[in-house]
């Protein structure tokens, strides 16, 4: 366990606790339910990602401050293995890396996935490297407001986000779970960086992960496969959660062994029985819910969540943000498609909790507090 960076909190104390209107009726001491729950969770979607640059203290902050039941640190490696909290391993366009005269040498083409990116990427740097850079809103278009905090805050590791979650809690009187996803481990795991072994140590390792909820999320089924043996029943409060990507594609552990299988494939009522066996819960994208054409209008549901949980599996979504260009088009407004539009984001989180959601992620718990709170 590494020390709480008590400089770091202070630095960014100024930018998440701001007061909100929105906080108004959030259960503050309202602890996550490790079974069904009696009411929907909220996942802040890599912290308060619509008020404060994603992954960061001041993001997962905001995120608490607002009424989150869990907060998201998307976890990479470091070239010395240290997991830190970037959603991807190109960051390019979350940190002020490229400003940086030396690290320009870094800068090269790397295939994830089968995709080809060009950028600088976490697994070539060491964890004291990445602590020379800071942070950047990577929706600058969209959410210029976050803009202004660029510079301001380092990029956390696993290990401070811990510390920070559990001194928040404690200060708050409210028990908040963690729901970090381990990104591309084929990926990493092809290039000598596994990332779950290191996560479950890290996990285990803290006093607080090892009493709150924790829910592990991965796009791949050999990862939860593994993560399901590896626990165990050590981990009563621990859940695992398999993703679901792109319908029409294979996930990419099943893509690299030769495989055609897609998530689509996978979640028929056979497959959900399946994923039961390895996993407590899935997480659809919001479209698969209720897809949409190509303008972005709504058509008719899914019976997904209803055939998950009969297979005994919890449905948490992703992910439902507030300005109009995330929004189906039915509940746009004229304001323009970078404006925040909290009533049609409310309506939205309200669609899916009326077909019987048990948690959703959104960049705004603000918001998803009013939704339940409202319903």
Same mark, same amino acid.
């Given at each position: 366990m590494t020390r709480f960076n008590r400089r770091h909190f202070l630095q960014t104390t100024g930018a998440l606790l701001g007061s909100s209107s929105l906080l108004k009726g959030t259960d503050l001491f309202a602890a996550p339910s490790l079974a069904f729950p009696t009411r929907p969770l909220i996942f802040a979607h890599r912290g308060a990602s619509a008020l404060r640059p994603e992954h960061t203290l001041a993001a997962y902050g905001k995120a608490i401050i607002d009424g989150a039941d869990y907060i998201e640190p998307d976890l990479v490696p470091t070239k010395d293995g240290k997991l830190i909290a970037r959603h991807?391993?190109?960051?390019?366009?979350?940190?002020?890396?490229?400003?940086? #005269?030396?690290?320009?040498?870094?800068?090269?083409?790397?295939?994830?996935?089968?995709?080809?990116?060009?950028?600088?990427?976490?697994?070539?740097?060491?964890?004291?490297?990445?602590?020379?850079?800071?942070?950047?809103?990577?929706?600058?278009?969209?959410? #210029?407001?976050?803009?202004?905090?660029?510079?301001?805050?380092?990029?956390?590791?696993?290990?401070?986000?811990?510390?920070?979650?559990?001194?928040?809690?404690?200060?708050?009187?409210?028990? /908040?779970?963690?729901?970090?996803?381990?990104?591309? #481990?084929?990926?990493?795991?092809? /290039?000598?960086?596994?990332?779950?072994?290191?996560?479950?140590?890290?996990?285990?390792?803290?006093?607080?992960? %090892?009493?709150?909820?924790?829910? /592990?999320?991965?796009?791949?089924?050999?990862?939860?496969?593994?993560?399901?043996?590896?626990?165990?029943?050590?981990?009563?409060?621990?859940?695992?959660?398999?993703?679901?990507?792109?319908?029409?594609?294979?996930?990419?552990? /099943?893509?690299?062994?030769?495989?055609?299988?897609?998530? %689509?494939?996978?979640?028929?009522?056979?497959?959900?029985?399946?994923?039961?066996?390895?996993?407590?819960?899935?997480?659809?994208?919001?479209e698969y819910l209720i897809p949409q054409d190509n303008t972005g209008q709504w058509l008719q549901p899914t019976s997904l969540i209803q055939d998950a949980h009969e297979a005994g599996l919890l449905v948490h979504s992703y992910t439902c943000r507030p300005e109009n260009i995330f929004l189906p088009r039915q509940l746009r407004n004229q304001e323009g498609d970078s404006s925040r539009n909290i009533q049609g984001s409310i309506a939205e989180i309200r669609r899916y909790l009326s077909m019987g959601l048990d948690g959703f992620f959104t960049d705004d718990p603000a918001i998803g507090r009013l939704a339940i709170t409202e319903l």
């Open positions: 991807e391993s190109n960051i390019t366009d979350t940190t002020d890396v490229a400003q940086h #005269p030396e690290f320009a040498n870094r800068r090269r083409v790397m295939t994830i996935d089968g995709k080809e990116q060009e950028g600088w990427f976490t697994s070539d740097f060491t964890l004291a490297e990445i602590k020379q850079l800071r942070a950047c809103e990577r929706l600058s278009k969209i959410r #210029p407001f976050n803009s202004r905090y660029n510079g301001w805050f380092e990029i956390p590791s696993l290990e401070e986000v811990i510390d920070f979650v559990a001194a928040t809690s404690t200060a708050y009187g409210k028990n /908040i779970g963690l729901i970090p996803e381990i990104k591309h #481990p084929t990926h990493f795991r092809k /290039i000598g960086l596994p990332s779950e072994d290191k996560l479950v140590e890290i996990l285990d390792h803290h006093p607080y992960t %090892r009493q709150t909820a924790v829910e /592990i999320q991965s796009f791949e089924p050999t990862a939860l496969r593994y993560l399901h043996q590896k626990i165990g029943q050590n981990h009563p409060n621990w859940k695992l959660m398999f993703l679901l990507g792109d319908p029409d594609m294979p996930p990419a552990d /099943i893509l690299a062994s030769g495989g055609k299988t897609t998530y %689509r494939n996978l979640i028929t009522k056979e497959g959900l029985q399946d994923i039961r066996r390895y996993a407590d819960a899935i997480g659809p994208a919001n």
